[in-house]
């Protein structure tokens, strides 16, 4: 197919011929021509008008020139694009004509036999009048647009660029996200360091602690030594002891006799340590969790016994025979001096703390200030933080600490006392900065090149871990470094533990240390090397001869939960509940003889304080695993 342009000339008027009147003179018209190959073809022609036009017939003869006012248009056709009008051509002999509005016509021809003339009708020439200028043919639809924006320019967008903008975008996010996820999934304690808040180690007190007061209730009521039968024994008069209380029954059984506990969705908790804060939360606890009444008489009963050998200043002491009270009454006293003082006294905070005794709740108020406001004194500041255990004489420095520390951690969560928690966040300061950090771990003194032994880890990310509880701060790294020193410590992957670096054989009392930390930690119940490990600490079962190892196995099973925290916790319960000293025992009612293959140093104290607080396991701290269905605001 060719196009071309044509320029057609109006012949000029013939000689006698007149224009009729308003009319306007012939012009020249321009005409784009498409022309078909095949004659046989219609051919199409864009007429562009430029002013009111008779047109010319063609005619085989002389026929006159009949003007046509209005365009031939075939429907079969699509129309063509508006042509912009060529300069009209005037002849010489006619004057300038008047200016027209510009029509766009299109005229097409109707297909005509080869060589034949195409007949047209004559039509009496008739003025035109003008007409208003015809819009052109609308282009060809565009693609959708929209504005945004339209008070900033008018800036328009393709939808469909648009459209391939936002997909590439998710996409890409979608990966990162899915990587990070992996990452996390792999390394599970990186949660707990994104949500822990990252502080500075510079928070040290400068004035001394001791010049402010506890803050309590305005008066404080005296204990009583028999205020425990009227508490929990009083439905069983224990004349020989818990043994002879019938300990098969059902916890349920035997605790609706004290009348209906709410249920544990009812209770609103707001930390970890908070179920042991009310008698209500407690009783459900016990009831739900695998207490019964006769374990929560033994606690109360060990209780009376730690009352009755506090001394005169405030503090306990592993050698309980230098009590004024008893007198070599008691059996089996501890020998650890020096920092036995201090160590002493936060064993027995901690049992009482754990029964939800405070300086301003319950009925041991008198003994737990009396016991804080000794530490504080016993307390030394130093430019690493407040050292809880000044005096030592053996290895017992860091030990002694991390159990005071989360003594102090504990108050501070139970009461927002702010000069317990003063004194709480300068004994983790202490921790902190006596980590080793190359290893991650601890050992017996502070800041030791000695790269740590896992007993005494096990006590450092306790007291970090309550002291997070407390809302203290203090560095992630700590928790990181600690998790180096477990990895270091671990054999069979990561399901028994060491006691240090140079051994090789697991012993149960580490492993269960280091898997109740890994939970602490962060590991869930999906871990396998937490499953193998709780399978192992099952098969060895509760040691008669054993409480350190008891007292931390009893934790991690009741985290754990199920069928093997069920099964241990019928043994452990009733095995201390069993073997409490009774009331034919004299002044030794509430305590325990010593099992322990290295409890010599702490004596009687020692037992009886991780006696009690292995029966308090039910309300202690809520199980990590099973808070689903509870109000916890932590």
Request: glycine residues 8%; proline residues 8%.
């Amino acid at each position: 197919m060719s196009t071309q342009n044509v320029i057609s000339t109006v012949p000029p008027i013939a000689n006698g011929a007149t224009i009729p009147n308003g009319a306007s003179p012939p012009v020249a018209v321009a005409v784009p021509v498409v022309a078909q190959s095949v004659v046989a073809q219609p051919v199409v022609a864009a007429a562009v008008v430029a002013a009111p036009v008779a047109a010319v017939a063609v005619a085989p003869a002389a026929a006159p020139a009949v003007p046509v006012p209005q365009p031939v248009v075939a429907a079969a056709q699509p129309a063509p694009q508006p042509v912009a009008p060529a300069p009209a051509v005037v002849p010489a002999a006619v004057a300038a004509p008047a200016p027209a509005a510009v029509v766009t016509s299109p005229v097409v021809t109707a297909p005509a036999a080869a060589n034949q003339p195409v007949a047209t009708q004559a039509v009496a020439p008739q003025p035109v009048a003008p007409q208003p200028a015809a819009k052109p043919a609308a282009p060809r639809a565009a693609k959708p647009m929209i504005t945004l924006a339209p008070r900033l320019g008018r800036k328009t967008v393709d939808w469909k660029t648009l459209s391939t903008t936002i997909l590439a975008s998710a996409g890409f996010h979608a990966l990162a996200l899915l990587a990070c996820t992996f990452i996390v999934i792999q390394n599970p304690q990186l949660l707990e360091e994104i949500f822990t808040e990252v502080t500075e180690n510079k928070e040290i007190i400068d004035e001394p602690i001791v010049e402010q007061a506890l803050e309590q209730p305005n008066q404080i009521l005296d204990s009583k030594a028999d205020n425990v039968d009227q508490q929990n024994a009083t439905d069983m008069v224990f004349e020989k002891g818990p043994v002879d209380v019938n300990i098969s029954d059902a916890p349920v059984a035997q605790l609706k006799a004290e009348g209906n506990a709410p249920g544990l969705a009812d209770i609103k908790f707001d930390n970890a340590a908070s179920g042991r804060m009310s008698a209500a939360a407690k009783k459900a606890l016990v009831r739900t969790e695998g207490g019964n009444s006769a374990s929560e008489a033994a606690v109360a009963y060990g209780m009376r016994w730690l009352s009755k050998h506090q001394f005169p200043d405030g503090g306990w002491s592993f050698d309980h025979d230098a009590h004024a009270d008893c007198k070599g009454q008691c059996s089996q006293a501890g020998t650890l001096k020096g920092g036995g003082r201090t160590g002493a006294t936060g064993f027995a905070l901690l049992a009482f703390l754990g029964g939800g005794h405070t300086h301003q709740n319950g009925e041991y108020q008198k003994e737990v200030k009396n016991g804080v406001e000794y530490l504080l004194r016993a307390a030394k500041q130093t430019p690493q933080g407040l050292d809880l255990c000044p005096e030592v004489v053996s290895n017992e420095k860091m030990y002694v600490h991390g159990m005071c520390t989360i003594a102090l951690s504990e108050l501070a969560a139970l009461t927002k006392d702010n000069r317990v928690k003063a004194a709480a966040t300068g004994a983790v300061n202490f921790i902190v900065t006596g980590q080793n950090p190359k290893t991650g771990g601890w050992r017996y003194t502070h800041g030791t090149p000695d790269p740590g032994d896992t007993s005494v880890v096990g006590w450092q990310i306790m007291a970090l871990k309550s002291a997070k509880n407390a809302k203290l701060t203090f560095p992630a790294s700590s928790f990181k470094g600690a998790e180096q020193y477990l990895n270091a410590a671990q054999v069979e992957g990561g399901s028994k533990y060491v006691y240090d670096l140079n051994q090789k054989t697991p012993t149960p009392t580490m492993t269960a240390a280091a898997l109740l930390c890994r939970m602490y930690l962060g590991w869930d119940r999906k871990n396998k090397a937490l499953q193998e490990g709780v399978k192992y600490l099952a098969a060895t079962k509760p040691q008669p001869n054993n409480m350190y190892y008891n007292y931390y196995a009893t934790q991690v099973m009741h985290h754990w939960g199920g069928d093997e925290w069920t099964t241990w916790n019928s043994v452990m319960r009733d095995q201390l509940i069993r073997t409490q000293k009774t009331g034919k025992d004299g002044h030794m009612q509430g305590s325990w003889d010593l099992a322990d293959p290295h409890g010599a140093v702490g004596g009687r104290l020692y037992m009886t304080c991780l006696s009690i607080m292995t029966l308090e396991v039910y309300y202690r701290h809520l199980p990590i695993y099973r808070r689903e269905g509870l109000k916890v605001e932590f």
